[in-house]
């Protein structure tokens, strides 16, 4: 009676999903009724190990699944930092060479670095010293000061030529005295 009141547990618990009930349940009705089990005996035990085997595998695919993304998000944080590392490098670089050669650069070249140092430090802002984005302020005012064109003259300025000197030498200067 104990033994069919055994077999029935397991076969509710294996049913139910519960893998605790059915994992203890399994051990205990192995320990005792492994030999001379009726057809019926071996089929729920068979029908609970299967259960318990198909939980497992759910379990560790879960788990793989969970191992898979925390490593797809490690890749992405690693990816980002090292980024973030090459884009500082750059920034760090680019100064260094407008510091150096920013005088006598071509306006279109120095232009086209400043326009990646403002992209960059976008980027990487947080990471970039107090000095090095005032340097990054100066150089895009400087490249905006120097882009003005040189032809722009204040509104009202008369745009006559003045008259050179060797004209007022022919100028009649006699006064009738």
Do not use: C, Y
Request: aromatic share 2%; glycine share 6%; no cysteine.
């Amino acid at each position: 009676m104990a033994r069919q009141e055994m077999f029935s547990r397991l076969s509710d618990a294996a049913a139910g999903g519960d893998v605790q009930e059915t994992r203890g349940l399994l051990a205990h009705v192995n320990a005792i009724a492994a030999h001379d089990r009726t057809d019926t005996e071996t089929q729920t035990a068979a029908a609970a190990a299967a259960f318990l085997a198909g939980a497992l595998r759910e379990q560790e695919e879960t788990a793989r699944r969970l191992n898979a993304a925390a490593e797809a998000k490690e890749e992405a944080r690693r990816r980002t930092a090292w980024e973030k590392a090459n884009a500082v490098s750059r920034v760090r670089t680019t100064l260094r060479t407008l510091r150096r050669n920013g005088r006598t650069m071509l306006g279109t070249e120095k232009g086209r670095k400043v326009a990646m140092l403002a992209d960059l430090a976008d980027k990487v802002g947080d990471q970039l010293t107090r000095s090095e984005i005032n340097q990054i302020k100066a150089w895009k005012a400087r490249v905006q000061r120097e882009r003005k064109p040189a032809t722009e003259l204040p509104v009202g300025r008369n745009h006559a030529p003045e008259p050179s000197p060797k004209s007022d030498r022919n100028r009649n200067t006699d006064t009738g005295l």
